[in-house]
């Protein structure tokens, strides 16, 4: 989804794309950075990713979940720290939660 929204076609109607990412050093992430998207670092583990949620959240109007089934905890979380952050629109997982 990512790919899309900064593609020529799309970006033009967003002000920003900001991807969260668990490494912003590998090969998916720093193509989406050359793409024009703003990277947030989430590290893993469940007390600094609650925070670090909150943090990456923040300014941010619209956001899609598109974890996998296995990501049921996180995908909590997230719905959670969009709350919090005055999310405006959210767009759960389609994979299943």
């Known amino acids: 989804m990512a790919s899309i929204f900064l593609s020529s076609a799309y ?7 900001v991807v969260l990412t668990r490494n ?3 090969l998916k992430s720093l193509y989406f950075a ?5 990277l947030r670092h989430i590290p893993e583990g469940t007390v600094a990713i609650k925070d ?6 923040r ?10 089934i296995c990501a049921g905890m996180l995908s909590e979380l997230l719905l959670e720290s969009a709350l919090n952050a ?12």
Do not use: H, Q, T
Request: proline letters at 7%.
């Open 24 to 26: 912003p050093a590998s």
């Open 52 to 57: 670090a949620l909150k943090s990456a959240l």
């Open 86 to 97: 005055g999310v405006r629109v959210y767009f759960p997982s389609g994979f299943g939660m």
């Open 11 to 17: 970006k033009p109607f967003f002000s920003r794309v």
């Open 59 to 68: 300014g941010v109007d619209v956001l899609i979940n598109a974890l996998n």
């Open 34 to 38: 050359s793409l024009g998207a703003e």
